[in-house]
Nanobody, 112 residues
Framework: VQLQASGGGLVQSGGSVRLSCQVS????????MSWHRQAPGKRREQVAI???????TYLESVKGRFTISRDNSQNTAYLQMNDLKPEDTAVYYC???????WGEGTQVTVSS
């Protein structure tokens, strides 16, 4: 399984970013997908999950701001992040749920 996350960058507080996760080596439509993040000095935490049926769940602190989605025809998962806050600064990783492997992640930095 290969996972390539992209779309991160530097954004001002209140701004938006959309992350993408290109998946290969697995039948994408048959797996649940998740996004995780790890801030400096903190443990990695799960941000959102999207099931094969499209159902989703979110970390409490991102509810109403982040939206996870998937495009099975493109083998791609997305994380739309709106109203970003400095505490959202982290390296964001996508993976299957449960995780089979981890990619390199993409850095999101939110300036105040």
């Amino acid at each position: 399984v290969q996972l390539q996350a992209s779309g991160g960058g530097l954004v001002q507080s209140g701004g938006s970013v959309r992350l993408s996760c290109q998946v290969s080596g697995i039948t994408f439509s048959r797996v649940d997908m998740s996004w995780h993040r790890q801030a400096p000095g903190k443990r990695r935490e799960q941000v959102a999950i999207i099931g094969r049926d499209g159902g989703s769940t979110y970390l409490e602190s991102v509810k109403g701001r982040f939206t996870i989605s998937r495009d099975n025809s493109q083998n791609t998962a997305y994380l739309q992040m709106n109203d970003l806050k400095p505490e959202d600064t982290a390296v964001y990783y996508c993976t299957t749920s449960p995780p089979l492997t981890w990619g390199e992640g993409t850095q999101v930095t939110v300036s105040s």
